[in-house]
């Protein structure tokens, strides 16, 4: 009598990863994203990148991308304001928001990674903001727009700590 499979297509087990000599350096296992496309994690041992791989389907499921590797803060905060802001606040309090992401904040820290984004950045952004001749009151608005971006992040297990 046949198997029955416990996978779906594409929802393959983890691989062993080999270097030139064919010995074993490492595990990756892919999945689907629930943009469609195909995304990979990678482990020291079988156990490590299966529990990595259940991470990232349960994610895929909530609609989450786990690919915060290479996601940047430009990105992050995009999707942040149409997935976390849009409808759950009035529309003034969301305009006010996706201005000082689109005119402040991603044009000084859009291109850093998120994982990368330290609190000397953050520390620095605020000081060229005061240079330029903003309010400090104007200041500390982009600093409460940065820092509940930043804790929907760390809800959201892309980054460990919050950095402002």
């Known amino acids: 009598m046949a198997r029955k499979r416990e996978r779906g297509n594409g929802d393959g087990d983890v691989w062993p990863r080999k270097n030139k000599e064919g010995k ?63 409808g759950s606040v009035k529309q003034s309090t969301f305009d006010r928001n996706e201005i000082a992401v689109r005119v402040h904040i991603k044009p000084a820290l859009g291109r850093i990674k998120l994982k990368k984004l330290a609190p000397a950045h953050v520390q620095g952004f605020y000081q060229d903001r005061l240079d330029a001749g903003l309010a400090p009151a104007t200041v500390n608005k982009l600093h409460v727009v940065l820092h509940k971006a930043l804790d929907q992040a760390v809800k959201w297990n892309m980054i460990p700590r919050n950095p402002t």
């Not at 469609?36 to 991308?65: C, H, I, M, P, Q």
């Open 24 to 86: 074993v350096t490492s595990y990756r296992g892919a999945y689907f994203g629930p943009d469609g496309k195909r995304r990979y994690v990678s482990g020291k041992n079988k156990e490590e990148t299966r529990r990595k791989l259940r991470e990232a389907r349960a994610g895929a499921d909530r609609g989450l991308v786990f690919d915060a590797e290479n996601l940047t803060l430009g990105e992050y905060l995009d999707r942040w304001l149409s997935g976390s802001v849009r």
